[in-house]
């Protein structure tokens, strides 16, 4: 769908998701991330930039794995993440949408849980290239589990969390071949409706991801 379109039927209110392409799982487990290795940080820094050109490739599911880990996982035993939020609430909710489904990043027990067996990748952003790419992933705030942060502040917290989540994901990116880009043009009422969210969350974010176009 080209971003004419999308952004029409966005002004509208009528940016609806694919059906699902494939079986989903409701569980999908994630296999033990490697969490040594890899290019050195200078390098990664480097190599580091925006790419809008994705092969339609899937991702296999180990190197999804050591994605979301880089991106957010848990790093110490206290159940600290890869990526910080304020006062440690943990704010920020990583979906993933896939050819099959969308899911919601588990990161305690590594694992994909279904949220809705529909194709939101048309939905993620109003660039065409989305469309094709095999992931995106989604940045969703849940102030619920901010009630020690002002009100004033929680929507500036919540987009640092996501912003450091983003650069995570632009480092695993930059030394694992993948092509990355960040995107804030997107229509966040479309993708709430679609994973079924509450006035608690807010979208954020997108990010898409793959292997680069050729």
């Known amino acids: 769908m080209s971003t004419l379109s999308k952004l029409a039927l966005g002004m509208m209110g009528r940016l609806r998701p694919k059906p699902a ?12 991330p490697q969490k040594e290795g890899g290019v050195p940080l200078m390098e990664a820094l480097s190599k580091r930039r925006s790419d809008r050109e994705f092969s339609s490739q ?66 993620t952003g109003y660039q065409d290239f989305v469309d094709e790419a095999p992931l995106d992933l989604v940045f969703v705030a849940d102030y619920s589990r901010m009630t020690l942060v002002p009100v004033a502040f929680r929507e500036s917290y919540a987009s640092v969390a996501a912003g450091a989540i983003s650069q995570n994901v632009y480092l695993f990116a930059a030394g694992n071949g993948l092509a990355t880009v960040i995107r804030a043009w997107i229509d966040r009422e479309a993708i709430a409706n679609a994973l079924g969210l509450s006035h608690d969350h807010q979208v954020l974010l997108s990010q898409t991801v793959g292997y680069p176009k050729g």
């Open 58 to 123: 899937e991702l296999p599911l180990p190197l999804l794995s050591n994605l979301l880990w880089a991106a957010y996982g848990v790093n110490r035993t206290d159940g600290h993440r890869t990526a910080p939020s304020a006062l440690n609430a943990q704010e920020i909710d990583v979906y993933v949408a896939l050819p099959s489904g969308a899911y919601l990043y588990d990161a305690a027990a590594n694992q994909l849980q279904l949220i809705v067996s529909a194709d939101l990748r048309s939905i």
């Open 21 to 32: 392409r494939g079986e989903a799982s409701e569980i999908i487990p994630l296999p033990e």
